[in-house]
């Protein structure tokens, strides 16, 4: 097998794909929370995405990520046998994994890849876990059963009501509160808009919450500072002290502000990518 | 009576007007004819001063002689006994404060252009073809080992005479193309890209292992990597961007040099949208830094089409660290040097995106601990600069991926790796050498750093081996 090759590729859901890579260096070496850094192409961007899953004895990491800008069109172009230009990692601190009790681990649409991992390591420590799920509409909830797999408890929501409970994460976790649930920790990870919410929730509820930060990076390892956040008003580069925070501490707005910052570049650079018609599968 | 002193000879460039809408490289570099009449200004000093004012002692009455002769081919030879990286240092080496500086006829003014004719030498021989580059004479084999951790100056240095004393090296880089500071920082109208990348091709030929993608301290921390080798070298750079800590400094539009830097050279981003990776165009361009790095983020954000670039330092033009020549050619190419002005917060528009500079007026006070005269704010001074765009370029601190990583390995306080003049650090087995030690610097005198500890490195894993 050759570096950094696909191995196998499968469709989750629209615009949703999972590739298992061989990358035995990083497969050995990742722990939950940890991300990678690749390149498809040689005029092609560096961007992070949080390993999903790795497997040491195949020498074989996941990688799940949604379609939204020319790096993942490129990516979800590859074909098994193909190969990333670069792949680089693993990156950042591994998420702090010990027996806290009951954790609500809150996912939101493509958030749930990175969350998967954590909560392996989470049920492995002995924590008993409730999941709460969500996604716009049923076709593009992700890794629901791996999810239940590892849960003591499993809530859907989708915001068209398609399945689960029609609505947002938050009114499942305000009603998990209400009806007493004792919750020593909450991991929340999906779009910055969804854990802002989570976060202003739980910060009512004095519930601890961590997050994981998705922003702006190029090489992923505190050389550039692209990816500074405000953590209680102190910056931070996500890529080395993060990419896990106090989800009460972070400066949500900045961060969703800088997300947006290259918003018309990459319209420019997705449309040109997308003529390219190597057509997924 | 003394013979009378030619003046030095010019050497051909690209005119700011043209310059300015591109990426080539500004200097044409000299023909054959003009190194031959350069050559010839040298005085052969009997005890030349410009050897020790080189950092790697290169023998440079003997290469000018052999150019002077026209015998190019004996010049770069004889560079290369000592420096294997000649395309690199004429271009990029502070001469006019080393070999130039001690020079007899610097008294003049006109110092012998030892840095032109160094790279005239280099680009003669690049100009023949790769196959035809004459490769240094390596000791047989000796079946040690060494990693070296960063392709940059220092490590390629190291990785360099180790390889042609017979050791087995294998360079570790975190990014995916060799080359460090030389590639990721200085931009291709300084030093093109595709020089630094046939020099890592020779070391390759020597039989040093170039291994991309690879994170010591992340992939491999450096005690793993000493279960496999005998040795290992730190030549991490001076890998992390400072920041002014003042208000507004988060706003979009506002970049390190280094991240800047990062997307216009290593990822190519003036070709966007050619090439994947976006920078933003900015209109009116603060750059605040006096360094050859604020230098070229200047120059860099002029051919990225800014209408004005400001470049705003605290203190004034004589204080500036950067090299007279790049603030010279800066300066051809248009940029305004506001001097003695502090940025002390930054405003945004609604999108959250930069739109003002709040500046103060600063005075000269009493010299600091770098014997510069301190910069002191002159109270209620405070004006605001219209800017979509700023890019941070006072300095780089030391990156805590290999100390952090790396027990028992002694850093300073400000996290750079403690080492002695030959790089040996608290750890056996491990050297450091370059910026990661000595805080941000030179490229010659990171490869100095590196040309030391490979000396080191070498009898501390004979001695090993003999014990």
């Known amino acids: ?281 | 009576m003394a013979k009378k002193i030619e003046p030095r000879v010019p050497m051909p460039e690209q005119s700011p007007k043209e310059r300015i809408r591109n990426f080539n490289e500004v200097p044409y570099g000299y023909t054959p004819e003009m190194a031959k009449k350069e050559a010839s200004r040298c005085l052969q000093c009997k005890k030349p001063k410009c050897v020790s004012g080189c950092p790697v002692e290169i023998n440079i009455p003997s290469f000018i002689g052999l150019v002077k002769e026209g015998d190019f081919g004996g010049a770069i030879k004889k560079i290369k006994e000592t420096n294997l990286l000649p395309a690199i240092c004429g271009r990029v080496c502070p001469q006019e404060t080393q070999c130039e500086e001690v020079c007899v006829l610097a008294k003049n003014g006109q110092p012998v252009a030892i840095g032109r004719l160094e790279r005239f030498c280099a680009d003669w021989e690049r100009s023949l073809g790769e196959e035809k580059i004459s490769l240094p004479k390596c000791a047989p084999p000796t079946g040690k080992k060494v990693a070296v951790v960063g392709a940059g100056p220092a490590g390629l240095t190291v990785a360099s005479d180790l390889a042609k004393l017979g050791h087995k090296v294998t360079i570790f880089e975190a990014l995916h193309k060799p080359g460090g500071v030389l590639v990721y920082g200085i931009p291709e109208f300084r030093l093109p890209k595709e020089i630094v990348f046939a020099e890592v091709r020779i070391l390759q030929k020597l039989g040093v292992e170039l291994i991309t993608n690879y994170i010591v301290g992340k992939t491999e921390t450096v005690d793993e990597l000493l279960e496999r080798y005998d040795a290992v070298f730190i030549g991490t750079g001076a890998g992390a961007p400072a920041f002014m800590r003042i208000p507004g400094e988060n706003l979009g539009g506002i970049y390190s040099a280094n991240e800047y830097l990062t997307r216009s050279n290593l990822m190519k981003a003036y070709l966007f949208p050619e090439t994947d990776t976006p920078i933003h165009r900015g209109k009116v361009v603060a750059v605040i830094g006096g360094g050859n790095v604020a230098m070229d983020s200047a120059r860099t954000a002029l051919r990225l089409g800014a209408e004005r670039v400001l470049l705003i330092y605290r203190r004034t033009r004589e204080e500036m660290p950067a090299r007279a020549e790049e603030v010279h050619h800066a300066e051809e190419e248009g940029v305004e040097f506001h001097f003695l002005t502090n940025p002390v917060r930054y405003h945004g528009d609604e999108k959250g995106n930069v739109k003002e500079m709040e500046c103060l007026k600063m005075r000269l006070g009493e010299p600091d601990s770098s014997g510069r005269p301190r910069p002191v704010p002159i109270e209620n001074s405070n004006f605001r600069l219209s800017v979509d765009t700023v890019i941070v370029a006072i300095g780089n601190l030391a990156n805590p991926i290999v100390p952090k990583s790396t027990p028992n390995l002694t850093v300073n306080k400000n996290g750079n790796i403690v080492a002695d003049e030959d790089g040996r650090t608290s750890r056996e087995g491990v050297f450091a050498g370059g910026d990661i030690v000595t805080g941000a610097a030179t490229v010659i005198s990171a490869m100095g750093a590196g040309r030391r500890a490979a000396r080191a490195i070498h009898s501390y894993i004979m001695e090993k081996s003999s014990r």
């Open chain 1, 1 to 281: 097998m050759k570096a950094f090759q696909v191995v196998k590729k499968e469709h989750l859901s629209e615009q949703v794909w999972r590739m298992k890579i061989f990358a035995p260096h990083i497969a050995k070496k990742h722990k939950a929370g940890q991300f990678v850094i690749l390149r498809v192409e040689e005029k092609g961007e560096r961007i992070p995405l949080t390993v999903a899953d790795s497997d040491s004895k195949a020498g074989v990491i996941t990688l799940i990520f949604q379609v939204v800008g020319a790096t993942t069109h490129k990516l979800s172009c590859l074909k098994e046998g193909d190969c990333l230009r670069d792949l680089v990692g693993p990156l950042g601190t591994p998420t702090h994994i010990e027996k806290y009790g009951s954790v609500v681990a809150v996912g939101g649409g493509i958030g749930i890849a990175p969350l998967y991992p954590i909560v392996k390591a989470l049920k492995a420590a002995g924590n008993r876990l409730i999941g709460i799920l969500g996604a716009r509409t049923k076709s593009l909830l992700i890794l629901e059963e791996e999810m239940r797999a590892l849960m003591d408890e499993t809530l859907i929501s989708t915001d068209d009501g398609s399945y689960g409970e029609r609505g947002v994460v938050t009114d499942v976790l305000k009603r998990l509160k209400e009806r007493g649930e004792k919750i020593d920790l909450v991991i929340a990870i999906g779009p910055a808009i969804m854990m802002k919410f989570v976060c202003a929730l739980t910060a009512e509820y004095k519930l601890p919450t961590l997050v994981s930060l998705n922003p702006i990076m190029v090489d992923g390892t505190g050389m550039c500072g692209a990816c500074r956040v405000e953590i209680g008003g102190e910056t931070k580069f996500a890529c080395v002290d993060g990419p896990e925070f106090d989800g009460h501490k972070v400066n949500w707005d900045l961060l969703m502000k800088r997300l947006r910052f290259y918003n018309e570049q990459e319209k420019v650079s997705y449309e040109l990518a997308k003529k390219c018609t190597c057509g997924g599968d």
